[in-house]
């Protein structure tokens, strides 16, 4: 299996600017977490996702923040527009019900300057 | 969110056993104890759960106290691959869906 898949790896963009991650899960699960990592605040959750339906975006910043999985082998997270805050390592993890073991991927590296 | 405290880091030698503790006192009876490790520039990793009884697996054992308020996570021969940020997770049990909080977690070092 290759593991959850994101892209791209590092993304570099201006302040203002669109930007969309991409998450693809490990086939056969059924729960997609977006997670954000920062020195200041360590990893926290952004949204997680089961059976392609959103259960909990609490941990979403604001509104410039949306995701959405239109299927069960894909999963976006966009920021729409950039700021230099949002610069930080975003990572999607999936995992299959009656599992409580969490597979992450390598991570977006972002930086909006 | 019942809350847990680690040592912000810890120093091991290479083919050392390494103790990394967990404090976990407003644990709850529902509460499973979950251990995630993030090796230098990757994503986190699973790595053991409990509820009650020690466990063991291929990469670690934990063992918990009897009263749940702490456990340790045992590395029975540390490596250079073992340095890495561990982190103590509390987990409610039950349910399909999941959510891991990460605490700040602890900086293992291994010497060579």
């Known amino acids: 299996d290759a593991g959850v898949i994101q892209s791209p790896r590092h993304e570099v963009t201006e302040m203002g600017q669109e930007v969309t991650l991409r998450c693809k899960p490990i086939?056969?699960?059924?729960?997609l977490f977006w997670y954000r990592q920062t020195m200041m605040r360590g990893l926290e959750l952004l949204i997680y996702?089961?059976?392609?339906?959103?259960?909990?975006d609490s941990g979403m910043p604001e509104d410039r923040f949306s995701a959405k999985m239109p299927n069960a082998s894909f999963s976006t997270l966009k920021i729409q527009p950039s700021e230099p805050r949002d610069s930080a390592v975003y990572f999607c993890?999936?995992?299959?019900?009656?599992?409580?073991?969490?597979?992450f991927g390598p991570g977006t590296r972002l930086t909006v300057t | 969110d019942a809350k847990t405290t680690q040592p912000n880091s810890m120093e091991s030698n290479e083919e050392e056993p390494v103790h990394l503790p967990c404090n976990h006192s407003?644990?709850?009876?529902?509460?499973?104890i979950h251990w995630y490790r993030q090796l230098p520039s990757q994503g986190p990793e699973y790595v053991i759960h409990?509820?009650?009884s020690n466990v063991n697996n291929r990469m670690a054992s934990l063992a918990i106290a009897e009263d749940r308020k702490s456990s340790t996570l045992i590395l029975h021969r540390a490596t250079l691959r073992d340095a890495a940020v561990y982190y103590c997770?509390?987990?409610?049990?039950?349910?399909?869906?999941?959510?891991?909080?990460f605490g700040k977690g602890t900086l293992l070092t291994v010497n060579p």
């Open positions: 993890a999936s995992t299959k019900t009656g599992s409580y073991e969490q597979y």
């Open positions: 086939s056969g699960h059924n729960s």
């Open positions: 996702f089961n059976n392609n339906v959103p259960i909990d």
């Open positions: 407003t644990i709850s009876g529902t509460d499973y």
């Open positions: 409990g509820l009650t």
């Open positions: 997770i509390l987990v409610v049990s039950g349910g399909s869906n999941y959510k891991l909080t």
